[in-house]
T-cell receptor, first 115, second 111 residues
C-alpha cells in the first residue's frame, strides 16, 4: 500500500515570498490533516479535512495560510507571504476512520526554511 | 480546546532498563490516546494506542496505561534497546477531532 506522499521535501525561500506544499493521502482515506512541526516541538494541527470539507481550521493563521482539498483527495497548503517563524516541517497525515478516530499515517514532510 | 502536556522532555536510560513517559490531557471528551515514535529526520509512526474504554494495553515490550479520572496516560517501555532511542509523542483526540500532540520526549538508550 502506498503511503502519504508529500512534495517538495525541501524548500528554501525568502521572507515575504510564497510557497505551496502538496499532499496525496493514502487511497480511500477520507480524513486529511496538515500539521506544522517546529524543530524540537510536537506537531501542531493547522487544518483537518473530512473529504473536501474543513472540520477544524481554528489554528490556521488565515491571514497568510490557506489550504484546500479539491475533490476530496489531494490537498495543497499555501503560505503567502512567508515569515521567518514559518520555518518548520509541514506534515500531512491521513486517516481512514474519520470521526471514529484511528491511526494517523504521516508523510515524510516538507521542510521549509524562510530566510 | 484540548491541551496535552508531556514529561519528561528528555530521558536517558541504560540499555535493558525501563522507560516511562507520562502525559496529561485537559478535555474529558477525548477518547483516543495514541503514542508516536519519531526518529531523527523521519515521519512520526504509531507504536501503540489506547481508547477510553480500556485501562491498559500491552504489545511486547511496550505498554500504555490510561487513568480517565485523573486525565493522564503513560507509555512504558521495558528492556530498552538502542533502537528505542527517538522522540516519543503522546496525543489525544475526540473521535478523530482535535488531534492534539504533546511536546515530545527525547529518549536516549545508553549502551
Amino acid at each position: 500500500e502506498a503511503g502519504v506522499a508529500q512534495s517538495p521535501r525541501y524548500k528554501i525561500i525568502e521572507k515575504r515570498q510564497s510557497v505551496a506544499f502538496w499532499c496525496n493521502p493514502i487511497s480511500g482515506h477520507a480524513t486529511l490533516y496538515w500539521y506544522q512541526q517546529i524543530l524540537g516541538q510536537g506537531p501542531k494541527l493547522l487544518i483537518q479535512f473530512q473529504n473536501n470539507g474543513v472540520v477544524d481550521d481554528s489554528q490556521l493563521p488565515k491571514d497568510r495560510f490557506s489550504a484546500e482539498r479539491l475533490k476530496g483527495v489531494d490537498s495543497t497548503l499555501k503560505i503567502q507571504p512567508a515569515k521567518l517563524e514559518d520555518s518548520a516541517v509541514y506534515l500531512c497525515a491521513s486517516s481512514s476512520r474519520g470521526v471514529s478516530a484511528g491511526e494517523l499515517f504521516f508523510g515524510e514532510g516538507s521542510r521549509l526554511t524562510v530566510l | 480546546g484540548e491541551n496535552v502536556e508531556q514529561h519528561p522532555s528528555t530521558l536517558s536510560v541504560q540499555e535493558g532498563d525501563s522507560a516511562v513517559i507520562k502525559c496529561t490531557y485537559s478535555d474529558s471528551a477525548s477518547n483516543y490516546f495514541p503514542w508516536y515514535k519519531q526518529e531523527l529526520g523521519k515521519r512520526p509512526q504509531l507504536i501503540i494506542d489506547i481508547r477510553s474504554n480500556v485501562g491498559e494495553k500491552k504489545d511486547q515490550r511496550i505498554a500504555v496505561t490510561l487513568n480517565k479520572t485523573a486525565k493522564h496516560f503513560s507509555l512504558h517501555i521495558t528492556e530498552t534497546q538502542p533502537e528505542d532511542s527517538a522522540v516519543y509523542f503522546c496525543a489525544a483526540s475526540n473521535y478523530g477531532q482535535n488531534f492534539v500532540f504533546g511536546p515530545g520526549t527525547r529518549l536516549s538508550v545508553l549502551p
